[in-house]
Every structure is written in structure tokens, then in C-alpha cells.
């Protein structure tokens, strides 16, 4: 067979999940449980549907930052092996812009299902609904965008401004 019939085969198995587990298959990951498909199955809007019943602080958010977050992330959000998340020196149309939570992200709630859906880089889903309420908390507190003594729930979340809310277009919007 030549390699381009096999290489189509192959991509072909790929693009097919009904044949996971053909010996043609190339055996990428391994298939999700049921449990781990409903635990992930969530969507939260800049509206605030889909987010859980919680809430969370400041303080609890710097201890879970700390053990959970600051070593890739860098004190304070000041970036390290990846992005900084506060702490901005120059806004985006600065050369270099400053790509932080509080100069860029335009919802409060994008962060919390980001937060959920992939952090920490290493065991993602790992934290718990109490944890990501207060990063979220804390990640807030260090762009300047809420209070330390604040604390923000599944209510609350979707009404902080954050500085960049208009700072994107809306093709949608726009183009109905």
C-alpha cells in the first residue's frame, strides 16, 4: 500500500470515531468516562447563566492562588512560564500591549469558566466551585476591579464592568 493511502486511511480513522480502536486508528488520548463528560458539560455566558451556585473572597483566593496558580503565573499575577494576569504596565495599544485580565478579558463570568474549564494547566477541572469563586476573587482584586473585603457569587459575577467590556466588536450584534 503506498503512503498516501495509508496516510488517508489513517486521517480518514481520525476524522471517525466510530472506529476508535481500529489497528489503523491513531490511538490519540483515551475516551472519556460518562461522569467526567457531565462534570464538564457546562457553558456560562457573559449574562451569568450556566454559572453555579457559589461564592468567593479575596483572602481564600491569594492561599489557593498561591499553591495552585503561582508558580506558573508568578507572584501577584505577574506572569512566569505563563501569562501574566495582572499588574499591567501598558495598555493594548501600548507597543508591547499588556494583555492582562484587567486591560483585556471583557466578562468577570469568561473568567471564572475559563478558570474551571482549564486551570490548573496540570489537573484541570481539579478545583472545586468554592476555589474558582475565589481566584476569580482574587484575580479581580489584583487588576483593581473589585475591593478586597468583596465578595462575589453566581449573582454578582456577571455585573462587575470590567474595563475592557467594550473594547470587542460583536459581528453578531452588529450584522442582525
Same mark, same amino acid.
Given at each position: 500500500m503506498s503512503i498516501i493511502k495509508y496516510g488517508l486511511i /489513517?486521517?480518514?480513522? &481520525?476524522?471517525? !470515531?466510530?472506529?476508535? $480502536?481500529d489497528a489503523l486508528? !491513531?490511538?490519540l488520548g483515551n475516551p472519556l468516562s460518562e461522569t467526567t463528560i457531565q462534570q464538564r458539560n457546562f457553558t456560562v455566558f457573559q449574562n451569568g447563566q450556566g454559572l453555579p451556585v457559589g461564592q468567593g473572597? /479575596?483572602?481564600? $483566593? +491569594?492561599?489557593i492562588y498561591t499553591s495552585r496558580c503561582l508558580s506558573c503565573?508568578?507572584?501577584?499575577?505577574s506572569g512566569n512560564s505563563a501569562e501574566e494576569l495582572a499588574g499591567a504596565l501598558h495598555r493594548l495599544t501600548d507597543n508591547p500591549p499588556? +494583555? =492582562?485580565?484587567?486591560?483585556? &478579558? !471583557?466578562?468577570?463570568?469568561?473568567?471564572?469558566?475559563?478558570?474551571?474549564?482549564?486551570? !490548573?494547566?496540570d489537573s484541570p477541572g481539579s478545583l472545586s =466551585?468554592?476555589?474558582?469563586?475565589? /481566584?476569580?476573587a482574587y484575580l479581580l482584586f489584583l487588576n483593581k476591579i473589585i475591593d478586597h473585603?468583596?465578595?462575589?457569587?453566581?449573582?454578582?459575577?456577571?455585573?462587575? +464592568?470590567?474595563?475592557?467590556?467594550? $473594547?470587542?466588536?460583536n459581528h453578531y450584534k452588529n450584522n442582525n
Open positions: /489513517v486521517f480518514l480513522s &481520525w476524522m471517525n !470515531p466510530s472506529h476508535a $480502536g486508528s !491513531p490511538m473572597g /479575596v483572602t481564600a $483566593g +491569594k492561599k503565573h508568578g507572584f501577584e499575577g499588556d +494583555k =492582562t485580565i484587567g486591560t483585556y &478579558w !471583557p466578562y468577570a463570568t469568561t473568567l471564572f469558566d475559563f478558570i474551571r474549564r482549564a486551570m !490548573p494547566m =466551585t468554592q476555589e474558582i469563586y475565589d /481566584v476569580t473585603n468583596q465578595t462575589i457569587d453566581n449573582k454578582s459575577l456577571a455585573n462587575i +464592568k470590567m474595563p475592557n467590556r467594550n $473594547g470587542f466588536i
